[in-house]
C-alpha cells in the first residue's frame, strides 16, 4: 500500500462535509478556479482568496457530494426563493434542501450574490480587499459558519497555498511585502529571527520562512506548540 509523499501532504476539509485529499489537489482546484475567484472579485468586491478558502473548505476542494453532484462549492441551502433544482443532504438536520446548479461558476456566482445581497454581511464590504484575516473574521461574526475555528481555517488555507497573491493580482498590487516581513531581522552572523504577531502558529511561521516546524522548536528548545506574541524566534 503506498504512504503519502511528505512532499504532497493531506488536508482534512470538513464543512457541510470531511472530505481528506492530498495537498496536490487543492492545488489543483486552486488552479482550476482561480480565474473564477477573480472574476467575482472584480464584479463583486469579495477577495479571490476569501472566495477560493471558502470553495476548498465548503467543497472538500471540489470531493464533496454536494461538490460532486449538485456543483455546489459553497454549502448554500435552498433558503426562500430559491426556485432552480435542489439536492437533499444531511448537514446541521437530516436530508437538508440544497441548491443545485448546471455548473460550478454558477455556484462562485450565487456565492458571491449571496454576501452582497444580505444586509448582515455589509460589514465586509467596507473592509481593505487584501485583508483577508478581517474578512475571514468577519465572515463568521455575521454568522456564515458556527464552526469557531472558521476563521482560523480559512486564514491557514490562504497562507498556506498563497491565495492573497490573486487578490494582489486584481488589486494591482505588483510588490508582495509579504516575502519581506517586517517581523524578520537577519543579523550579521547570518542568523535569522521572527517576532510573534498576533494570528501566527509555528506552521505559518515556517512557511513564511521556508523551513519546518520541527527545526524552528530546535533551534528554540521548544517541547510544545504555544508560542507568544512579541516572541522572539531564530528561523535560521
Not at 58 to 67: C, F, M, P
Request: aromatic share 8%; with cysteine; proline share 3%.
Amino acid at each position: 500500500k503506498p504512504t503519502t509523499p511528505v512532499s504532497n501532504p493531506t488536508e482534512t476539509l470538513q464543512s457541510t462535509s470531511t472530505t481528506t485529499v492530498y495537498a496536490d489537489v487543492v492545488k489543483n482546484y486552486i488552479e482550476q478556479y482561480k480565474e473564477t475567484a477573480k472574476d467575482n472579485m472584480r464584479k463583486h468586491g469579495i477577495p479571490a482568496s476569501i472566495t477560493l478558502a471558502q470553495g476548498i473548505l465548503e467543497s472538500g476542494a471540489g470531493n464533496g457530494r454536494l461538490a460532486k453532484e449538485a456543483n455546489n462549492h459553497f454549502g448554500i441551502k435552498c433558503h426562500t426563493g430559491w426556485t432552480g433544482e435542489t439536492i437533499r443532504h444531511d448537514d446541521d438536520a437530516s436530508q437538508e434542501c440544497f441548491r443545485k446548479y448546471r455548473h460550478a461558476s454558477e455556484s462562485f456566482s450565487d456565492h458571491s450574490l449571496f454576501l452582497t445581497s444580505r444586509s448582515r454581511y455589509s460589514d465586509l464590504f467596507v473592509l481593505k480587499k487584501d485583508d483577508y484575516k478581517s474578512w475571514s473574521k468577519g465572515l463568521k461574526k455575521a454568522g456564515y459558519a458556527t464552526d469557531p475555528k472558521y476563521p482560523d481555517k480559512l486564514i491557514s488555507l490562504i497562507e498556506r497555498y498563497e491565495l492573497y497573491k490573486h487578490d494582489d493580482e486584481v488589486l494591482g498590487n505588483t510588490t508582495d511585502v509579504r516575502t519581506t516581513p517586517q517581523d524578520t531581522l537577519v543579523t550579521d552572523s547570518g542568523t535569522e529571527t521572527h517576532r510573534v504577531a498576533q494570528g501566527d502558529t509555528l506552521y505559518s511561521i515556517s512557511r513564511k520562512h521556508d523551513t519546518t516546524v520541527d527545526e524552528i522548536k530546535r533551534l528554540n528548545n521548544l517541547s510544545g506548540n504555544d508560542i507568544s506574541i512579541g516572541q522572539v524566534l531564530r528561523v535560521k
